[in-house]
């Protein structure tokens, strides 16, 4: 039996990278001192700030593995890796490009037409075209092949009806990419397809859901008889479910799934540091996390090296974000035991009682979003019978 | 069955001899973790990771010729004098001070990995005039008390009894090889264990594919599926630190660093590994008719061996509270 999920090897980040890694430490000082990077845990999913967004697309850091010819920075996605665990770790507001950057770029530069291609890349890497995710419905989560929202073709293209729940920044963003049913076939997986939807189309109808935390990130997207042309169809009719996985795997792989609570630590060792005089069992808890950290982001980093090369990575992925996003979560109950003080979320913003509480809200979160980590250990399960 | 047929039946799954040739000198530092990594994996009965990782390039630190075959290395304080005493010397009490570095030592290295299977120990202690000192010492020269780990692995006493160690055999050195003769350690049993961590994982997933319960195999009931899939990852994470502390290796600036990191992480890995591959096999695993005995006390003892994953985080911990709110990501980045 090859177990290679198992053994991806340790990964030398090119050496433009040190340079480039200090260019956004620079940049991220300047902008804390502005007041605008406020260290905050989960900043890629509540962090909205779309002038900051284009301050980072100015730099060439928004699209920036995007080709050039399509307003992108061509740049190698370990690059890529950098600027973004750059961002998380600092806990920047970066959730306004999150989905564009991550996902709705490269999957649209992989199998849009050159039509759409030339429309949205170049608008998504100036840091000017957002994008929620429409996948997930009220019935179908992590059954996800189950969803009912449906594509009627019409004569002059296409009609969509049906309801996506879950919707990260409908209210906020430009355009969903939207899985729906275009063909009630045999094969429940072969009769799906993508459509790129404006979301200020007067047909769809975004209704918030909010957070444990109050916050309104989520929504309803009730797609009311949406009226697309065929220049809104995503890659091929019925080639939705594959097109889905492939983005599945740029969704999971990233260090969002292992970062979002790292600004909490570093809160407290700030704040550690300060009071001076740490006991031998705090300094232990901080070591025991800081292994762990590196330990997974050495994983996720053979990730991405692997995707860079063009390597099939969906078991990995799927083995990062389960250990992350646990990690995740662990970090904020390890992190409240280390130095006990009661969470407040009406704290003063960015105090680390407020730090605490927002993460602890956020919590269930984490290995929920991007597909359930009880899937997604399927994944790892299946990969191994696969590789007997 | 007794302890010392147990260390025999440790060559399992590949018996390997011990003598084996070992790779050249100047092999490069990924490919001596790799063998130690694959040491781990097959239980091989010598000290080749000691040898490879601790003892070989301790010696060369040192300026010292590297003997052929396995080493073992040992640590500890000794009763350390000057065989050539300068009389006329006024500086601590008499035998601190000495004419060259010829060495009288008396005393006892506890629990020395594999000594009875070895020609010669690396040995790190305080030296008479203060300052720590590094000396070879072959095996003709210690009596052996025989102990074992949880794994049967030899752990043994040398009693020293005034053994003349000749100046040639001697060197002052630096504290800081001192240190890097701890972190060396932590990485080899942590690459020892990422190659244990892997037989557990392929032992696991072969025994709950082969074994039919309710009609079906093991590996297909969702509950054995989400803790196989927690075993493998656990040792994927161990693999990846010592991966990463391995090309780090050749810069000295973060060698040590990560060398920390994959210790730490491989000795606090261990208990989730043995649990899951352990529940996963069934009251079988719990025998010694079932070789996944052979990793997970080996995991077991390995662990505990060169300070713990307590010691490590805690000095991880410390460097990362010096560092700062900052200091925690760059530390982490490398920089
Ligand atoms: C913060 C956040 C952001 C999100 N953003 C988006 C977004 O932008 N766009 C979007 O489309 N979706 C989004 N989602 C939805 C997300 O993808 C779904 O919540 C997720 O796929 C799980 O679906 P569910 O909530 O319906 O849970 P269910 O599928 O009902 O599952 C409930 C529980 O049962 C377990 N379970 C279900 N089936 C199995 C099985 N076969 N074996 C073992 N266990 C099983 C699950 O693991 C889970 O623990 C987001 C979710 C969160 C929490």
Known sequence: MTLSALDPGAVQLPPEAVQLRQEVRDFLDTERAA????????????????????????????????????????????????VIEELLAAGAPVSAHWVADRQAGPSILRHGTEAQRSHFLPRIAAGACFFSIGMSEQESGS??????????????????????????????????????????????????????VDLRDPHVRVEPIRLLSGEHTFNYCHLEGVELTDEALLGRPGDGWRQVTGELALERSGPERFLSTLPLLSALVGQLQRTGGCSPEQQARVGRLTARLSSIRQLSLGVAAALAAGRPADVQAA???????????????????????????????????????TAILHAPGYTLRGGTNEILRGIITRGLELSR | MSIESRAESAAEPRSEHAAEALPPLDTAPTALVALAREAGYRGTPAPLAETLLVARPLLAAAGLAVPDGQLTVAAGPLDVRFTHVDTDSRVGPSGAAGTDDAL?????????????????????????????????????????????????????????????????????????????AAWRSGLARAALIAGAARRCVELTVDHTA?????????????????????????????????????????????????????????????????????QLHGAIGFTE????????????????????????????????LDGGSGGLWQQVTGG
């Open chain 1, 319 to 357: 083995l990062v974000k389960d250990l992350g996003t646990r990690f995740e979560g662990e970090l904020v109950n390890e992190v409240r035991e280390i130095l006990p003080i009661a969470a407040r979320f009406d704290a003063t913003r960015g105090s680390y009682p407020e730090l605490l509480a």
């Open chain 1, 35 to 82: 007041g605008t990077v406020l260290g905050r845990p989960d900043s890629w999913l509540t962090g909205w700030d779309p002038a900051f967004t284009r301050r980072l697309a100015r730099r060439g850091w928004v699209g920036m593995a995007l080709p050039p010819e399509y307003g992108g920075g061509g740049r190698s996605n370990l690059e890529r890796y950098v």
């Open chain 1, 143 to 196: 059954d996800l092949a189950s969803v009912r929202t449906r594509a009627e073709r019409t004569a002059s293209g296409w009609r969509l009806t049906g309801t996506k729940m879950w919707t990260g920044g409908a209210h906020v963003n430009d355009h969903a990419i939207v899985l729906a049913r275009t063909d009630d076939s045999e094969d429940r997986h072969a009769g799906l397809s993508q459509f790129i």
């Open chain 2, 104 to 180: 009288r030592v008396s005393g006892t290295l506890h629990r020395v990995p594999w000594a009875r299977a070895v020609e010669a120990a690396v040995v790190l202690t305080e030296g008479p005039g203060g300052g720590p000192v590094l000396f070879l010492l072959e095996a003709t020269e210690w009596r052996q008390l025989a102990g074992t780990n949880l794994a049967g692995e030899p752990r043994d006493d040398l009693v020293l009894l005034d053994v003349a160690v000749p100046a040639e055999r001697v060197r002052r050195v630096p504290a800081a090889l001192v240190r890097e």
């Open chain 2, 210 to 278: 082969a074994r039919v319960q309710f009609g079906r195999p093991l590996s297909h009931f969702q509950a054995v599926k989400q803790e196989e899939a927690k075993l493998v990852e656990e040792a994927a994470l161990v693999a990846a630190a010592v991966e990463a502390a391995a090309s780090a290796l050749s810069e000295p600036d973060s060698a040590e660093f990560t060398a920390w990191l994959a210790a730490a992480q491989a000795a606090a890995s261990v208990a989730e590994i043995t649990r899951i591959a352990h």
């Open chain 2, 289 to 320: 008719l079932s070789p996944l005995r052979l990793a997970t006390t080996r995991m077991w003892s390995w662990r505990d061996e060169d300070g713990g994953e307590r010691a490590w985080q805690q000095r991880i911990g410390r460097h990362v």
